[in-house]
């Protein structure tokens, strides 16, 4: 890169398909692409977290049937 200006330009990665369907093709990323992620589990957990198990229906107290 002799251009300084060249410095400065970002590319997207190459695609797969066209219009709705076009998606970046998985063979050509990589880590300078920004791909790894190794925490995405645990911001997906603290993103949604899992409700409450049900409790089960208490049977110290009569139920009306």
Same mark, same amino acid.
């Given at each position: 890169?002799?251009?300084?200006? =060249?410095?400065?330009?970002? %590319? ?5 398909? =066209?219009?709705?369907?076009? %998606? ?20 997906? %957990? ?12 208490? =049977?110290?107290?009569?139920? =009306?049937?």
């Amino acid at each position: 890169m002799t251009d300084p200006l =060249e410095q400065a330009v970002s %590319r997207a990665p190459a695609t797969l398909g =066209e219009g709705c369907l076009s %998606r970046y093709d998985p063979d050509a990323l990589g880590p300078e692409d920004g791909t790894e992620f190794p925490d995405a589990a645990a911001l997906w %957990r603290a993103l949604h977290p899992l409700p409450p198990p049900e409790s089960a229906p208490d =049977e110290s107290t009569p139920s =009306e049937t």
